[in-house]
C-alpha cells in the first residue's frame, strides 16, 4: 500500500487543521520590525556619506570587513537576514514533523493513543464547561451559552466555546485551584487557537477564560482511588470551598492582541503546510529516506 502511495500517486486525504492544535504550525514567527531596519539603514547611508560613499545594498558584506563602519554594517546585516527570513518563513522543523504525524494519521490510520480522552483533567472540562460559560456569562452580564456550530474554511476547522456579535471566547477549567492560581496570560495554544476561532467565524475581538470549578463527585472518586480517607477529606474540602468564592474571584480573563496581523500569519503558513503536506510519502514521514 505504501508503495501506491508513493509510486502510483494515489489519493491522500486532504490536511485538516484543527484549531486546538494549529499552534503547531505557526512555532518559530520571524520576528522583524520594519522601523528599526529603516532607521538602522538610514543611520549606516549617513556614516557611508560622511565618507564620501556611495551606499549599495548588495556590497553589505564588504562593508562589514571595512574598518569604520563594519559594526555599524554587521548590524545592518543581520537585520537583512531577519527581513528575508519573515519574508520567506520556511516551515520550522517542528511544524514538519506535525504534518508528517497528521499525514500518517489520516492515510495510515496511525494513531497516538498515548493520548488519554479519558484523563480526569479532561473529563471534568467536558463535565462542567457548560456551567462554566454560563458562570462568565453571569460575571459580565452576557446572555451566552455553548457554541455547537462547527465552520470549517479550507483546510482549517474548529468549533469555539462561545461567539456573539464580533467576539469568541474560549473556556479553560483548570484542574483544581493551585492550577488555576498558576494561569495567567494567554498560553501560545492557547492564543493561536483563538485567532483561529476568529479566522473561522469572522470575528475581530477574543478573549480566554479561566474558570475555577468545582469537580464533579463522580470524578472526585475516581481520583481517591487507592487514597487513603484523610486525602479524600482534604480534597473535598478544597472542592467545596469554592462554593464560598465570589464570581469574580473564580474567573480571569485574558483578550487576544494582534488578531489581523495574526491571521494573516496563520493563513500563510496553513498555505505553506498544505503544500507540503501534499507532496509527502509514506518514506518521508517514517524517515525511510
Not at 556611495?54 to 548590524?75: F, N, R, V
Not at 468564592?245 to 496581523?261: C, F, G, M, P, W
Amino acid at each position: 500500500m505504501q508503495q501506491e502511495w508513493h509510486n502510483q500517486g494515489t489519493d491522500i486525504v486532504p490536511l485538516q487543521l484543527r484549531a486546538s492544535q494549529i499552534h503547531r504550525i505557526c512555532t518559530n514567527k520571524p520576528y522583524f520590525d520594519p522601523v528599526e531596519y529603516a532607521h538602522t539603514e538610514q543611520d549606516f547611508i549617513a556614516t557611508l556619506e560622511k565618507k564620501k560613499l556611495i551606499y549599495e545594498p548588495d556590497q553589505i558584506d564588504l562593508y562589514c570587513e571595512t574598518d569604520g563602519i563594519k559594526t555599524k554594517a554587521q548590524k545592518l546585516r543581520g537585520l537583512m537576514e531577519k527581513r528575508i527570513l519573515a519574508e520567506e518563513d520556511p516551515l520550522p522543523q517542528g511544524a514538519k514533523t506535525y504534518l508528517q504525524e497528521l499525514w500518517l494519521e489520516a492515510n495510515c490510520n496511525f494513531y497516538d493513543l498515548s493520548l488519554n480522552p479519558d484523563d480526569p483533567k479532561l473529563l471534568k472540562g467536558n463535565m462542567v464547561e457548560d456551567d462554566a460559560i454560563e458562570l462568565v456569562g453571569n460575571l459580565y452580564q452576557l446572555n451566552i451559552k455553548k457554541n455547537d456550530n462547527r465552520i470549517v474554511k479550507g483546510n482549517i476547522t474548529g468549533e469555539c466555546d462561545v461567539t456573539y456579535n464580533t467576539v469568541v471566547r474560549d473556556a479553560k477549567c483548570p484542574e483544581n485551584w493551585a492550577s488555576f492560581r498558576k494561569k495567567t496570560g494567554i498560553e501560545i495554544a492557547y492564543f493561536w487557537q483563538l485567532v483561529t476561532y476568529c479566522y473561522l467565524y469572522d470575528c475581530n475581538e477574543a478573549y480566554l477564560d479561566y474558570i475555577l470549578m468545582k469537580t464533579p463527585r463522580e470524578l472526585i472518586d475516581i481520583m481517591c482511588i487507592g487514597k487513603d480517607a484523610t486525602y479524600k477529606e482534604k480534597l473535598i474540602a478544597s472542592n467545596d470551598a469554592i462554593d464560598n468564592l465570589t464570581l469574580d474571584q473564580r474567573v480571569k480573563t485574558y483578550q487576544a492582541e494582534n488578531i489581523q496581523s495574526s491571521i494573516e500569519f496563520l493563513l500563510s503558513r496553513a498555505s505553506k503546510a498544505e503544500e507540503y503536506y501534499n507532496n509527502l510519502t509514506y518514506e518521508e514521514c517514517m524517515n525511510m529516506n
